[in-house]
Structures are given as structure tokens and as C-alpha cells.
């Protein structure tokens, strides 16, 4: 299908306007094709992304689509700074292949990154925040302690683990969400009554913070957010059934390593 056809159809679900301030989405690099009918998706186009890209000899794609932006900024700015991404530049503009990047718009739009995650999570009555509307709240279907649903969410999220910060209630009846590094904005859902919040990437003085107000807060990898690839295939593919969608899944969650 066209491409400018395609991106204005996800654009009605994702529109730039939903990013956050500083954040960088849309075309990354390279030029993009009149037509569209390959696409590749990953949560970051890297090494790892450009090495099969070769190894398979995939000479046929007309459009990279990330989540996490692949250039954070300018060109000139990554480069001076990046040798690496300068090269990966150069080698995936040589094979005429752009790369495009939902990020916090996905994030935030209806049907993306959060939707797909408080849903994965079994919630009901799921809606935005009313002071983050990135964030998605509901309720689980009976209350539930709270060491119990972590266990739960991890296995429904698709990670081996994660991190539980416990100083709230023990039985938990709602549960808020932002996928990947959100820990900061944790004490929105808390003012605003859910029971337990989860993100990801949380530092000391955060889980520090948690504690000091009686909260609960669980720290589950930002691998979570693979989600990404499930969620936007099937809107892919809503949008026209005959695009060809390669998926790369090759992020996973760093080793858990335990005393004895």
C-alpha cells in the first residue's frame, strides 16, 4: 500500500502531537518508499537488527519500525558522540531501507503500549490516568495479595522476573501501569488510589520514595514493552491484511543472579 496512506492510518491511533516534550518520533533516517508492503519490527534497531537483516539477506524491506527512537537527536549531534549508530546509519541508508519510530505516542495512544499491557494484566474497567494520561489504571477481577499478583504479572508480561517494593496493602484491588521507565511517576497513582503500580528502571531514591509513603510499587523489566511487536502487528495488519510483517523479538531481560 502507499506508505504516506499507511502512516496517516496509524497516525489516528498514534499522533505525534501525544509524545512527550524532547521526545523524537517519526521518520529516523534514510528516505521512505512510495510503496509499503515489508515491514520489519523491533523495539530498537541495532546490531543485532542490521545482522539478521544481512544474514537473511532481506534485501526486500521498505520500512524499519521501532519503538524506541533509533536517532534521539540530530544526526550531527548523535554522530559526534555515537560512532556506533553513525556506522549503522551508513550501512542501513546503503540498502535504501528507512527507519521509523513510535514512541511515546504509542505509548499514549488508544490501543498502544499501556492499553496492551493493563489488558495483558487481565484488568477491568481500564482508562487513563487523570494526571498522566501515558499511564493506564483498573481494577482486578477480585482482590488479591499483592505478592501473589507480581508473580502473576511477570508471567503475564512475559519476563522472568521482577522487583517488588512493599510497604502498602497487603490485598491489593487496583493496579496502575506505564510500560518501561516511568518509576517516578508512581506517587500520581498512588494519590489517585490505585493499590500498586508498576513500571520499570526504578532507582534508589525512587524505591527510597515508595517506602516513606506507604505504597507499593513493582519494578518489571523494560522488556516488557515487547508487547510493542504483538500490539502493532495486529494493527498492521487491521490496516491492510496483505503487508508482510517480520518480526524481530531479540531483547531480553538481564540475568537474575542470586546469593546462595
Known amino acids: 500500500m502507499q506508505t504516506n496512506t499507511l502512516l496517516r492510518k496509524l497516525a489516528?491511533?498514534?499522533p505525534k502531537r501525544l509524545k512527550s516534550p524532547g521526545d523524537r518520533v517519526g521518520l529516523m533516517t534514510g528516505k521512505l518508499k512510495?510503496?509499503?508492503k515489508t515491514i520489519v519490527l523491533c523495539l530498537d534497531f541495532d546490531d543485532q537488527v542490521m545482522s539478521y537483516i544481512k544474514a537473511k539477506q532481506m534485501q526486500n524491506i521498505d520500512l524499519i519500525l521501532t519503538h524506541h527512537p533509533?536517532?534521539?537527536q540530530t544526526r550531527y549531534r548523535t554522530f559526534k558522540s555515537d560512532e556506533n549508530k553513525k556506522r549503522l546509519t551508513e550501512e542501513i541508508d546503503a540498502l535504501d531501507i528507512p527507519v521509523y519510530s513510535m514512541h511515546t505516542n504509542f505509548d499514549t495512544g488508544h490501543r498502544g503500549m499501556n492499553d496492551a499491557l493493563a489488558?495483558?494484566?487481565l484488568l477491568e474497567n481500564i482508562k487513563p490516568?487523570?494526571?498522566m494520561p501515558m499511564a493506564r489504571g483498573g481494577e482486578v477481577a477480585k482482590p488479591i495479595d499483592v505478592y501473589e499478583f507480581s508473580k502473576l504479572a511477570a508471567e503475564l508480561l512475559d519476563v522472568p522476573y521482577g522487583l517488588l517494593t512493599k510497604a502498602g496493602k497487603d490485598m491489593i484491588k487496583s493496579v496502575a501501569i506505564i510500560g518501561g521507565g516511568g518509576s517516578r511517576y508512581f506517587d500520581v497513582a498512588r494519590l489517585e488510589?490505585?493499590?500498586?503500580?508498576?513500571s520499570g528502571d526504578a532507582p534508589h531514591h525512587v524505591r527510597r520514595d515508595v517506602i516513606a509513603k506507604k505504597y507499593n510499587y513493582l519494578d518489571l523489566p523494560h522488556e516488557i514493552e515487547n508487547i510493542f511487536l504483538i500490539r502493532m502487528k495486529?494493527?498492521?495488519l487491521e490496516i491492510n491484511k496483505d503487508l508482510n510483517?517480520?518480526?524481530i523479538k531479540h531483547e531480553v531481560p538481564p540475568q537474575l543472579i542470586t546469593a546462595n
Not at 488510589?193 to 508498576?198: A, F, K, P, T, W
Open 12 to 14: 489516528k491511533y498514534f
Open 34 to 36: 512510495k510503496e509499503t
Open 70 to 72: 533509533f536517532l534521539y
Open 119 to 121: 489488558e495483558a494484566l
Open 129 to 131: 490516568l487523570e494526571n
Open 193 to 198: 488510589g490505585y493499590d500498586l503500580y508498576i
Open 234 to 236: 495486529e494493527i498492521l
Open 245 to 247: 510483517i517480520i518480526v
